[in-house]
């Protein structure tokens, strides 16, 4: 109960001594042994064993769909004697002798992964002479964690940073399925022209993933989504530099990329612990909920962020002064986006800085300071 209301497990201190990697608290907090914790499991396997036992099942999966086994109570109050249980206690008109859920073993997937293996057979002999090389390939949505492969070869041979200086560059053309970038290593650069589903970047150590619209198109990059939800969940290096729109939940939980977005939705760097995100656009509710390290910085055009960031963080206009090195910064990784996106929302934004940085939040943790920021922001950089 008391994790419950503390809300603070996220922060390694659990106030029970139980969600936490932190042996003095583990101490302080949880007086019980290992044992005593396997013994309790055990007194729960029994007794569920024995309501089974009374209900004439051997299994749990015995009990799936038998709602001829639930009976209805005279709720305590007139509200809980108003509840209609109908739907719930309903077969819903599968026939008896009807399996109630999935007796496959598994499903087996689409994607065979030939294209992922494909690559690995072109760039193998560069990862394993570390020459680099550049490859291009067409990619389609059930084309699934494209580049997890090439990153096992390369930290397998080389560690997560070991071929940075003479990376392997990919070029894709298309629609790339779920967790592209995924584990992303350093010596890896992925260019999507296209666009891709959910969990881009999913926990990448390094190297540089870029997404931008296919050549040609007509529509405006900052209002069109070109990657999924919870994109940079995990991550802990690197950069994502992606000309459209971001999901949900983006750069959950990061704790080291550096990234540039044109536009977020609900809850984006939510418990984020470290990095730097730039969103260049308009961003959805709860933005920086728990969020502990790291900053972002958030282009507000129509002075609507006020209303969306989680009040557990601070927000810090960059226009004054005082707040030049965050300033040149953050030109900076515009132009970084912008060589390597040819974004048009960046180039607007550089061509009017003087007037559109005015419109830029910096959100920070409450207890960082601007001093401490700007330390960070050098070691990202370098």
């Known amino acids: 109960m008391g994790c419950k209301y503390l809300r603070i497990c996220h922060l390694n201190n659990c106030a029970t001594g139980v969600a936490t990697q932190n042996n003095i608290l583990r101490m302080q907090h949880y007086k019980g042994e290992v044992q005593w914790v396997i013994n309790y499991f055990r007194f729960i396997a029994q007794q569920v064993r024995e309501l089974l036992a009374q209900l004439g099942c051997r299994n749990l999966t015995d009990l799936i769909g038998r709602t001829d086994l639930l009976s209805r109570i005279n709720g305590y109050t007139r509200k809980q004697q108003n509840l209609d249980m109908t739907a719930i206690l309903s077969d819903g008109g599968v026939a008896a002798d009807k399996p109630r859920y999935c007796t496959q073993p598994k499903n087996e997937p689409f994607d065979k992964g030939e294209l992922a293996e494909q690559m690995v057979r072109d760039a193998l002999p560069a990862i394993e002479n570390k020459s680099g090389g550049e490859f291009s390939y067409t990619v389609q949505n059930t084309n699934r964690s494209i580049g997890a492969r090439l990153s096992?070869?390369?930290?397998?041979?080389?560690g997560d940073t070991g071929m940075e200086s003479d990376p392997i560059v990919v070029r894709l053309?298309?629609?790339?399925?779920?967790?592209?970038?995924v584990w992303n290593?350093?010596?890896?650069?992925?260019?999507?022209?296209?666009?891709?589903?959910?969990?881009?970047?999913?926990?990448?150590?390094?190297?540089?993933?870029?997404?931008y619209p296919p050549s040609g198109s007509n529509f405006k990059s900052h209002e069109t989504a070109i990657i999924g939800n919870t994109c940079l969940y995990g991550a802990t290096g690197g950069k994502l530099f992606a000309a459209g729109m971001a999901g949900e939940r983006f750069a959950v939980r990061n704790s080291g990329c550096t990234t540039v977005v044109e536009g977020v939705g609900d809850h984006g760097c939510e418990y984020m612990t470290g990095g730097v995100v730039a969103v260049l656009g308009s961003t959805g509710v709860n933005f920086g909920a728990g969020m502990t390290g790291g900053f972002a910085y958030v282009y507000d055009e129509q002075n609507t962020f006020?209303?969306?960031?989680?009040?557990?963080?601070?927000?810090?206009?960059?226009?004054?002064?005082?707040?030049?090195?965050?300033?040149?910064?953050?030109?900076?990784?515009?132009?970084e986006f912008v060589r390597e996106t040819g974004s048009e929302r960046g180039k607007y934004l550089l061509e009017n800085f003087v007037d559109t940085v005015g419109k830029f939040w910096l959100i920070k943790p409450k207890a960082a300071t601007l001093e401490s920021l700007i330390q960070d922001m050098h070691r990202t950089a370098a």
């Open 152 to 158: 096992g070869e390369i930290g397998l041979r080389h």
């Open 173 to 181: 053309t298309g629609t790339a399925g779920q967790s592209f970038g």
């Open 185 to 211: 290593a350093g010596g890896l650069h992925m260019y999507l022209e296209g666009d891709a589903n959910d969990y881009v970047g999913k926990g990448m150590a390094g190297g540089k993933l870029v997404l």
């Open 306 to 335: 006020g209303d969306n960031y989680n009040h557990d963080v601070e927000i810090v206009r960059i226009a004054p002064e005082h707040m030049e090195a965050h300033r040149v910064y953050l030109r900076e990784l515009i132009e």
